[in-house]
Nanobody, 127 residues
């Protein structure tokens, strides 16, 4: 069983930056691929970024790859999402998720790839 707890969200002006964190419990964190997803009001949940268990491989949605950076610290059982140049359209609840399956590009964009989800952290960007 893996429990995930996101933090770092908040209200920020357009152009600003945030770093989201996702703290994981469980002994399998370093072998788990991790992903970030987001869901804006009235919209479907969408994939944002994913990272392999070792951190050596990453994958981003095309819409965010120039502004978002995913990273992890396995010693701290934490995965991060650095968001720069925030835009109002980035407003959403951001969720982290864990997958015990081997990291696979493209497949990591599918929510069904992940077995564990956090409760989410709200990011609101004002114009």
């Amino acid at each position: 069983q893996v429990q995930l707890l996101e933090s770092g969200g908040g209200l920020v002006q357009a152009g600003g930056s945030l770093r989201l964190s996702c703290a994981a419990s469980g002994r399998t964190f370093s072998s788990s691929a991790m992903g970030w997803f987001r869901q804006a009001p009235g919209k479907e949940r969408e994939f944002v970024a994913a990272i392999s268990g070792s951190g050596s491989r990453t994958y981003y949605a095309e819409t965010v790859k120039d502004r978002f950076t995913i990273s992890r610290d396995n010693a701290k059982n934490t995965v991060y999402l650095q968001i720069n140049s925030l835009k109002p359209e980035d407003t959403a609840v951001y969720y982290c998720a864990a997958s015990p399956k081997p990291f696979m590009i493209f497949a990591q964009a599918m929510g069904s790839r992940y077995d564990y989800w956090g409760q989410g952290t709200q990011v609101t960007v004002s114009s």
